[in-house]
């Protein structure tokens, strides 16, 4: 069965670098046409698409982010990640990573929450 | 960027009731729509993908239509663990997602 579990720091300071890490099974991100798609959660965007890593490495990320954004994976291993650079308070949330397959997240982590604070 | 307005915003229904909630994009997404279920402290399920498909365990009663610009999610008949924050969610081009409908019992 697919499962996804995001993990991070938990907590960091403005300006610092945001590192995530989502771990999967049940799938392969070196299987055609697979992806995993990272999405957070704040109080003042709500639901927000940020970035996908596609099996061949292709990549997508949110035009408003694109500068700060970095993803990548280990197949191998089955874990994907993401990088936000220059945090600040407005990227405090919920972080969730998704299977992406036809273009839809299917399957969802539980997510994990993120402070940015001084 | 396309846009994905929600309505209503709330929606007080009683168990049983048929419900409507609707989402609406600035430009057509040629019907690349999913709604999401959100219940307090979870992550987002998928309920129905590419607007009117059923995602495998989800209950017969949800239901979604559209095309073009305007889509609808239909639960036929409302139970109790539907108490949800609803999101639709397009990934026609830069996904995006409305800002839900909060759906409560009366």
């Known amino acids: 069965q697919v499962s996804l579990k995001e993990s991070g720091p938990g907590i960091l300071q403005p300006f610092q670098t945001l590192s995530l890490t989502c771990s999967f099974s049940?799938?392969?991100?070196?299987?055609?046409?697979?992806?995993v798609g990272w999405i957070r959660q704040t109080s003042g965007k709500g639901l927000e698409y940020l970035a996908t890593i596609w099996w061949d490495d292709d990549k997508y990320f949110n035009p408003s982010l694109n500068s700060r954004l970095t993803v990548s994976k280990d197949t191998s291993n089955n874990q994907a990640f993401l990088k936000i650079t220059s945090v600040d308070t407005a990227d405090t949330g919920t972080y969730y990573c998704t299977r992406i397959i036809r273009g839809t997240g299917d399957y969802w982590g539980q997510g994990v929450m993120v402070t940015v604070s001084s | 960027d396309i846009q994905m307005t929600q309505s209503p915003s709330l929606l007080s229904a009683s168990v049983g009731d048929r419900v409507t909630l609707n989402c609406k994009a600035s430009?057509?997404?040629?019907?690349?729509l999913n709604w999401y279920q959100q219940k307090l402290g979870e992550a987002p399920k998928l309920l129905i993908y590419?607007?009117?498909n059923l995602q495998t365990g989800i209950p017969s009663r949800f239901s979604g239509s559209g095309s073009g610009t305007d889509y609808t999610l239909t639960i036929s008949s409302l139970q109790p663990e539907d108490v949800a924050t609803y999101f639709c969610f397009q990934y026609n081009s830069g996904p995006t997602f409305g800002a839900g409908t909060k759906l409560e019992l009366k």
């Open positions: 590419y607007t009117n």
């Open positions: 430009q057509n997404i040629n019907k690349n």
């Open positions: 049940g799938f392969s991100l070196g299987t055609s046409n697979m992806g």
